[in-house]
Nanobody, 123 residues
Framework: QVQLVESGGGLVQAGGSLRLSCAASGRTFSSYAMGWFRQAPGKERELVSAISWSGGRTYYADSVKGRFTISRDNAKNTVYLQMHSLKPEDPAIYYC????????????????WGQGTQVTVSS
């Protein structure tokens, strides 16, 4: 299993930016595809973005395309989510997750989760 710890959440004004980080420890980080999920109160957990183990393939939910960028640094065992142009509908707890899927994982393919970091957007 891989252990995941998110950081970088906080309060930002609408239109602002935040960068989330997820540090991994345990088994070889580069073996895992990684993803960012979010869950707002009363809503299902949503897959926001995913990245393959090599970083060569990425996925974005329609709601964040053009605003969020996922990246990874396998030398630092870290995956990032750069968020720009934050909107009032973006606030949620953001979770980092890991999958041993060989390509781009779907929502059901993730087996390891972090504790989450809160993102709040003020209007």
């Amino acid at each position: 299993q891989v252990q995941l710890v998110e950081s970088g959440g906080g309060l930002v004004q609408a239109g602002g930016s935040l960068r989330l980080s997820c540090a991994a420890s345990g088994r070889t980080f580069s073996s895992y595809a990684m993803g960012w999920f979010r869950q707002a109160p009363g809503k299902e957990r949503e897959l926001v973005s995913a990245i393959s183990w090599s970083g060569g393939r990425t996925y974005y939910a329609d709601s964040v395309k053009g605003r969020f960028t996922i990246s990874r640094d396998n030398a630092k065992n870290t995956v990032y989510l750069q968020m720009h142009s934050l909107k009032p509908e973006d606030p949620a707890i953001y979770y980092c997750a890991a999958s041993l899927h060989s390509g781009l994982p779907t929502k059901a393919d993730f087996g390891s989760w972090g504790q989450g970091t809160q993102v709040t957007v003020s209007s």
